[in-house]
């Protein structure tokens, strides 16, 4: 069983921070303001190979706030990567990769969306995404860690300990079972070390550290 105290105080606030900047890097492309609200110090002290991804993307940050192609470029990338038709693409819902069959909108999608309303939580559905959209699951594990972040600070240790068994039984049952899939597909589609590197940081937020060391794309020449 997970030891809730070694945690830490800071832990279910740094880790909600940190799925926060995923929710908005992997909801729409990056234009220059999503680029210059872009602050990744959440990531800082998560271990070396998160810190060289973390870095990696700074870099690349502030090249494309520089350098106009280069903005193009990563606007690009995402639409090819993230929000295109074109068969294979590695699109961020967890039906393509959790049912077997590679289709949208099936059983997964129910699923969560059953798990939203069990646990108070309106998904964010403004563009109409599906609840097993990555950002709308990323939503929803930051949002029980706020949870459990508001108990611990109230001094609630029961409620502190199920918001976060809620956050693991969730990562678990759903997020462990096809971001790593995810993970592997966009990063062999990318083009930019930008998105291979943001690819890592999600790994270190939803995978344990072991497959977040497997998986660190460094930056190419």
């Not at 068969?87 to 999608?109: I, T, V």
């Amino acid at each position: 069983m997970e030891n809730h105290d070694a945690l830490g105080e800071g832990f279910c606030k740094a880790q909600a921070e940190r799925l926060r900047l995923l929710v908005r890097i992997f909801w729409n492309v990056a234009d220059r303001e999503a680029l210059e609200s872009l602050d990744l110090a959440p990531f800082d002290g998560m271990g070396e190979a998160v810190e060289r991804a973390r870095e990696a993307v700074e870099r690349d940050r502030r090249r494309a706030l520089a350098d106009d192609g280069a903005a193009r470029d990563l606007r690009v990338e995402y639409t090819a990567l993230f929000a295109s038709s074109r068969l294979g693409a590695p699109l961020p819902y967890e039906s393509l990769y959790a049912d077997g069959g590679g289709l949208l909108m099936q059983g997964a999608r129910d699923e969560v969306r059953e798990l939203y309303r069990a646990g108070g939580y309106a998904a964010g559905q403004e563009d109409g995404e599906p609840e097993d959209h990555l950002s709308n699951e990323l939503r929803f594990l930051a949002f029980l860690y706020d949870r459990a972040c508001l108990a611990q600070e109230a001094g609630r240790d029961a409620e502190r300990d199920g918001a976060l068994s809620e956050a693991s039984a969730f990562k678990e049952g759903h997020l462990d079972r096809w971001v790593p899939f995810f993970c592997d597909r966009a990063s062999a589609t990318a083009e930019s070390d930008f998105y291979r590197n943001i690819l890592v940081l999600l790994r270190s937020c939803v995978c344990d550290r072991a497959s977040c060391q497997d998986s660190a794309h460094p930056e190419r020449g």
